[in-house]
């Protein structure tokens, strides 16, 4: 079952090479993480993720430090294991301090448990929303 | 079925009003959106949720804009309409430009594929995570 | 588009009347609810699943009402708007008071959010659950 | 990254150390479970979160065996490993023996399967649902 | 509230109007749906998102009657009503039959089930499946 | 806590190893999966479960590799470990190679995408949907 080890780069194909490379350049790191090892599987997946990663985790209307605690909250929210692990690391490389932490983990509880109270008081639109 | 209908401040008891007035007077709006007009009907669930709200969306580590962002990211990633359209509303009020919401919708869209992608692949947590 | 319009009992195959016929005798209704109207266009399916449902939510170490509030607090949990109001009316028709929704709700919310917290504070399971 | 550790009633803040000492008295228990100790690392959260639990696990209209068989349902649904060994053990310590857990998931994957089909056969809401 | 309505072919910039027209050619509708023109509010994100759709989307180890049937299955699950209701529609210009979608259905039904079963029972991954 | 140990045939009840012994006739395999062993604390749930997917996964209007490539797509969706783990072992063995899995995971990532950009952007359904 291939899909089930990481390819490294000693292994790699060249077309997947250029993405590890492209990847260690733009965040300045020594290695790339498992998730892209993985990905490399598909070398037209890793690619085309690699530069809609890029292109849209690069400071725009929003700084680098919201996305990636917004990438957090969103991996918090679905329970992905390895996402919360890798965009938790991201977001405090990027600044996030514990406090900080302690805020968006406390926002990201809330949403989700007013969230439910709406939809199981099949609260209506108030039309004001709507203007 | 009572939960069925909102609670207009002139048909609430005095235990809701006081919530009322604290809502309105916080957020200095003439009225109170439907959110807390259905939950009325649980005027102890009603006094604890804005309680909890009021204290996880003052500023703090996190600015208010930030918070409303993220509680629009979670909302998103759950598919509650009420609460897309209530804190889409509140995140705009809050400061959220066009260009802002754009990127937190890229941002957001971005997260949910990669989490699955992760979970797909079975990739396992990176040991520099866990450090 | 057949899938898009509900199948009356006068339009229905012997097959069809015969699971329907039955929920109308197992329930006491007049009419079946839109939820099988619609599943009909798949007999097979229909009664699959009526004959799990009615296993699965006749009385046994749980009750019906206890029954019906948990099929209700999932359904508040996947935010499936039709089963959170046909549920919602089975749970009251099974004796759910408006503060026994109250109530549930509040679990439902909470458990929600305690959920993203265990998540995003990445914490392990206690050696003394796993006894 | 301080949030990766337990904290131990032993290195916790007074503040801390209350919210512990309120748990272990309402819980009748020696410690407290890894989760508060996670969340100790922000003690605002700890306290509200735990107020909120204290209040909306208390028995009310539903009762604590329920409410925490509500809770596991939930859990289940959201896939939250850490919650279902915990509330798992706290359920079958309010009383709920094994026959109850197989109904409660039973139900539980039934609502799960059932509110797919009436999302993706796109069934409209009963009339009679809605009065 | 700019991002609340559609932005038509004749009000669009040069930028959306390319992608507009390659959405159409490629696939050879007159107008396109009301997702794109929602979208176009953000020029980059619609052409970034239109250019990962028509690369994933396009015939490869997989056809596109699978893969529309298997977005839809995951919109489905996922409870997007805007998602089912577009993707239900691509999948039948596909191919999809009335039957098939039946099949479809029954088989997203009982994934969402046994997925909260093993979740309930903890079931650990058998050694089998790492191999 | 019985439920947290399998139950092996040899220790297995009469009307559990009917079950087991249809389960390994059907699908050709010296020994059942865990999944069966642990669900078999409830020897009802076990064969109505197995029932089901019997009658689910054989052949129909869709193929067995398709059904389980689907059941896959739910389950990487619902981030449910055991599930992908052994509906990716049994699509494999249904045939799907690796550049089909490849596929399979770029639309589902794509679908979880997209599905967020429709309730972000609160996208009205095409009247031609509707049809």
New interface residues.
């Given amino acids: 079952?291939?899909?089930?080890t990481p390819i490294e780069y000693r292994d790699a194909s060249p077309k997947v090479r250029a993405v590890f490379d492209d990847i260690k350049r733009t965040r300045q790191v020594e290695d790339v993480?498992?998730?892209w090892k993985?990905?490399a599987?598909?070398p037209?997946?890793l690619k085309?993720?690699w530069d809609?990663?890029k292109?849209?985790?690069a400071p725009?209307?929003?700084d680098v430090l919201?996305?990636e605690?917004?990438?957090?909250?969103?991996?918090?929210?679905?329970?992905?294991?390895?996402?919360?692990?890798?965009?938790?690391?991201a977001a405090?490389k990027a600044g996030m301090?514990?406090?900080?932490?302690?805020?968006?983990?406390?926002?990201?509880?809330?949403?989700?448990?007013?969230?439910?109270?709406?939809?199981?008081?099949?609260?209506?639109?108030?039309a004001?929303?709507?203007?």
Same sequence: chains 1, 2, 3, 4, 5, 6.
Avoid: W
């Fill in positions: 079952m291939p899909s089930r993480n498992n998730f993985y990905l599987h598909d037209v997946t085309r993720t809609s990663v292109q849209v985790m725009g209307a929003l919201t996305k605690m917004v990438y957090l909250a969103v991996s918090v929210t679905n329970g992905c294991g390895y996402c919360i692990a890798s965009h938790g690391a405090r301090t514990e406090a900080m932490f302690g805020d968006l983990m406390a926002v990201v509880g809330m949403a989700n448990e007013t969230n439910r109270l709406a939809n199981g008081y099949r609260v209506p639109i108030d004001a929303f709507d203007r």
